[in-house]
């Protein structure tokens, strides 16, 4: 939706084909971490008011990057940057809020309940999308942007490979009423926080609040600017989202019992506890009045890298080209980095500045090591590897207390204290 944007704004055709039925269906995950990267790819492809939407409907931005124990003994936190530069600050913004966002004004554009099924190339230059309706579309380019299991890359580069990484993640999401606010600590209910416990699970909890309250209603003391913005933007009436807490659990796979992807509800609940026993009861509480329509699992991927190929009327972007595990939290950037680059190079394609399938080759050039080193650096990173350390029986107690130490050591030295926030924000926004 980013890449259409763009392409919109330049005056290039482009429609989206969509498999889900409406605009709210079938969106999984709740929270998404806007770094740098994605704001500036966001600010160069929306339109502007478009893009100041999207920066009044995030969470209010974490004040914190806090580490914490199960116990919710606090090993370090490191005060993160105030939010008043649109782009280089770190946002959170509800997944299916940021969909209400990208759709605005693209109703001619998308075209919703359209399953692809194969692709063809023509010796003119076109290509035809079949979908499992019976119909199809004939375009200059075909853009995959079908994630992780993408239709499209198992046609195109059929020996590209997506493998297990070795780790299952329990997501659930609690709704934050006075009650549930009250039981974290200020650091923890105004931040991220990363939970390293012992046992060999991790967790993250991120606290979501927004500017409308649980009847959807403006709250009071927004400013004259996004009242009048948000009033006027329509995607609020499609947008159910609510102030919520989300909990995301995980650890090797052998951890979780063996049907654990067909568990639901109650049951995955259910397991959260089992697998939290001994955490501070403010934590279990917490999965205790999780919304049981919100829990689900996660086996988490991750791309092999694959050698450049000859480039064509086809391309990628985003998980269906470079899955990664949320190890650096930088999936959606760099899938949004793609969508810039690609619609920059498309641009100078359509005033004849190249051909497409240079415009094409081009972005592949580009796209294909920065794609793929955040692959392989967020696989090693935070436990999402199953192979980690942090799972081995008995290197595992020496490795936590590892990363714990490295943590409250850089939050106690000012000048790594710096340098972890400074690498912090560089990291999600560096053009490298």
């Known amino acids: 939706m980013c890449l259409a944007h763009g392409l919109r704004r330049a005056g290039i055709d482009v429609a989206v084909y969509e498999r889900h039925r409406t605009r709210t269906d079938g969106l999984l995950g709740y929270r998404i971490g806007i770094g740098p990267t994605g704001s500036k790819a966001l600010r160069e492809c929306l339109p502007p008011e478009l893009f100041d939407v999207f920066v009044a409907t995030c969470a209010r931005s974490p004040g914190y990057f806090t580490v914490i124990t199960e116990r919710l003994r606090e090993t370090a936190s490191f005060e993160l940057r105030p939010d008043t530069d649109p782009v280089e600050t770190e946002r959170s913004v509800a997944r299916m809020t940021l969909r209400q966002v990208l759709l605005t004004g693209m109703e001619d554009v998308v075209h919703f309940d359209r399953t692809f099924t194969r692709y063809e190339q023509h010796d003119d230059g076109t290509v035809t999308a079949h979908f499992a309706d019976g119909g199809s579309a004939v375009g200059d380019l075909l853009v995959a942007a079908d994630g992780t299991h993408s239709a499209v890359r198992r046609q195109y580069l059929p020996h590209a490979v997506i493998r297990d990484a070795g780790t299952v993640n329990l997501a659930v999401k609690i709704p934050l009423t006075e009650h549930t606010r009250s039981l974290l600590p200020e650091r923890v209910r105004r931040g991220i926080s990363l939970i390293f416990a012992t046992g060999g699970i991790m967790g993250v909890l991120h606290v979501m609040e927004f500017k409308w309250d649980r009847e959807g209603r403006l709250r009071p003391g927004l400013s004259e600017a996004d009242t009048a913005l948000l009033a006027r933007w329509p995607g609020l009436r ?195």
């Open 238 to 432: 499609h947008d159910t989202t609510r102030d919520y807490v989300n909990i995301v659990l995980w650890s090797t796979a052998r951890t979780f019992p063996a049907d654990v992807m067909r568990l639901r509800g109650r049951e995955l609940i259910s397991l959260a506890l089992e697998l939290t026993r001994g955490w501070h009861p403010h934590l279990r509480e917490l999965l205790a009045r999780a919304d049981p329509g919100s829990a689900m699992p996660i086996r988490v991927a991750t791309s092999d890298p694959v050698p450049p190929w000859k480039s064509s009327t086809v391309t990628l972007l985003g998980d269906a080209i470079h899955s990664m595990t949320p190890g650096r939290g930088v999936g959606a950037n760099t899938a949004l980095r793609d969508a810039a680059l690609l619609c920059r190079q498309l641009v100078r394609a359509a005033a004849g500045e190249k051909t497409l399938l240079q415009a094409v080759a081009d972005y592949e050039a580009a796209m294909l090591p920065y794609g793929f080193a955040r692959v392989a650096d967020s696989l090693s990173r935070n436990g999402t590897n199953g192979e980690d350390r942090l799972y081995r029986p008995f290197l595992g107690r020496l490795a936590l207390l590892g990363a714990r130490g490295y943590f409250r050591v850089t939050s106690r030295v000012p000048a790594l204290r710096r340098k972890f926030v400074d690498d912090f924000y560089t990291y999600r926004g560096e053009d490298d």
